[in-house]
């Protein structure tokens, strides 16, 4: 109903009701502990930085297919720095078999498909040994022995690897995971064998970080610490906790690049007002962008020659016509959830994007 609907969305941001319990189920699973843990954000100074997105992929019994269609995709053509087809491997072996893996999952409730990103993983000759060593220590946590395969991506410019892990434990009972450990545990186990293996992040390495982000047109870390400090939608700089010199100078930077985004002003010296949708408009900007990139890069491609004008994203809902053109390009939004993108080089004269979502188009260059 509507009503539960509100109070879902309520509840959500943090109201409590005595009629209700606080018990979400979010640490019911294996890994509970440490996922609780790394949930409370006490990590220690220095630890480098990675990105883990999880996905819960259901799977159809008797019917394997989507999952046959998603290993095709990780190991599709022009993902390694060669531009040749992706190599699954293993625990044990550096040539793991897709298909074999996919017959195993049959009779399988579902899949964990996992993508590991790491900022300074270009400082790494082989990623093998590091995913290894991090589905060593998941193992330990997840008190299973897991039956996994990956394979490491170089096509987006920034290495980053997929890892399906099959949905059953070592006693063939169903893989059940906490939340707080898909959440954070995982990321939190990435960071730490980051750390070890590369050391610690020095001061300077954390200044460029920060200097880079000060003129992002996306969301960062600066801005989720400026929202985080936010009062009713105002941040008095004055209040923020002290920092250094560099942190302040790239926070101030930060507020005056919002402030030619038109998301703050200042309202007087050391008082800002932030934009309440912040996030959500940066999110939104970031994405534009990525999809701005790989239209330029599928013109290129295709050998098409437009001026940056002729651009435009369709957006299926809002449009009032049909785009009539040749395809120029077919790639993957989100590998992850294996959604789509077209670019078409419409007769209009322009150059059209559009996510497809699920469907598929032909076959993936």
Request: aromatic share 6%; hydrophobic share 35%.
């Amino acid at each position: 109903s509507f009503y539960r609907q509100v109070m879902d969305i309520a509840y959500k941001n943090g109201m409590r009701s005595k009629h209700m319990s606080s018990f979400t189920g979010q640490r019911i699973g294996r890994g509970s502990g440490w996922g609780t843990l790394a949930s409370m954000g006490l990590m220690r100074g220095g630890q480098r930085r990675t990105v883990v997105k999880v996905r819960i992929a259901k799977l159809k019994a008797g019917n394997l297919s989507a999952a046959r269609a998603h290993m095709r995709y990780i190991q599709r053509d022009g993902v390694t720095l060669q531009g040749e087809q992706g190599q699954l491997y293993g625990k044990d072996t550096d040539s793991a078999d897709g298909s074999a893996f996919v017959e195993r999952c049959d009779g399988d409730r579902h899949q964990f498909r996992i993508i590991v990103s790491a900022d300074d993983g270009a400082e790494f000759a082989d990623f093998k040994p590091f995913i290894r060593d991090l589905m060593h220590s998941v193992e330990l946590d997840l008190k299973t022995e897991l039956d996994w395969v990956a394979v490491d991506h170089f096509n987006t410019g920034h290495l980053h690897t997929h890892i399906v892990i099959r949905g059953k434990a070592e006693d063939h009972k169903d893989l059940i995971i906490a939340k707080d450990y898909i959440t954070h545990g995982i990321r939190q186990r990435a960071s730490e064998i980051l750390t070890l293996e590369l050391g610690p992040e020095g001061e300077l390495d954390q200044r460029l970080k920060l200097v880079r982000q000060v003129e992002v047109d996306r969301f960062t870390q600066l801005d989720r610490s400026i929202l985080r400090h936010m009062d009713q939608g105002f941040l008095v700089v004055s209040a923020m906790p002290p920092s250094d010199p560099t942190t302040h100078a790239a926070h101030m930077g930060r507020l005056r690049h919002l402030k030619n985004l038109g998301l703050a002003e200042e309202r007087q010296t050391g008082v800002w007002e932030i934009d309440t949708n912040t996030e959500v408009k940066l999110r939104a900007l970031g994405q534009r962008g990525d999809i701005i990139k790989t239209m330029h890069r599928a013109m290129r491609e295709a050998d098409i020659d437009r001026p940056a004008g002729n651009f435009a994203i369709f957006k299926g809902a809002e449009a009032k016509t049909m785009v009539v053109g040749r395809v120029a390009a077919i790639g993957l939004t989100d590998e992850i959830t294996d959604c789509h993108y077209v670019v078409v080089d419409g007769t209009d004269g322009r150059v059209h994007y559009a996510d497809i979502g699920t469907q598929r188009l032909g076959t993936l260059p």
